[in-house]
């Protein structure tokens, strides 16, 4: 089992940042994937970003050039650094990893106001 938990939300304006983080514990392999969905009220859940434990990223174009994902191997660690944010940006930002199995964390709130 893996155990994912969340911090970093909040409320910003528009125009602002956030640094969302999430550490992995339990049975972690060294290969994985982590990364960040979203879900906004009445939305479905979209992907956001995700990052290989080689350092193979992916971003949803919607967030592309304003957030970026990082990850500390070591710490069993995933970072989302988002810049320029905009009140569609607006979501519970949830965090995944993916090793056979997929886990979720628990989610944290974003709101950004314009």
């Known amino acids: 089992q893996v155990q994912l938990v969340e911090s970093g939300g909040g409320l910003v304006q528009a125009g602002g940042s956030l640094r969302l983080s999430c550490s992995a514990s339990g049975r972690i392999f060294s290969i994985n994937t982590m990364g960040w969905y979203r879900q906004a009220p009445g939305k479905q859940r979209e992907l956001v970003a995700t990052?290989?434990?080689?350092?193979?990223?992916n971003y949803a174009d919607s967030i592309k050039g304003r957030f970026t994902i990082s990850r500390d191997n070591a710490k069993n660690t995933v970072y989302l650094q988002m810049n320029s944010l905009k009140p569609e940006d607006t979501a519970v930002y949830y965090c995944?990893?993916?090793?056979?199995?997929?886990?979720w964390g628990q989610g944290t709130q974003v709101t950004v106001s314009s």
């Open positions: 995944f990893c993916r090793q056979i199995n997929n886990y």
């Open positions: 990052m290989h434990s080689s350092g193979t990223t």
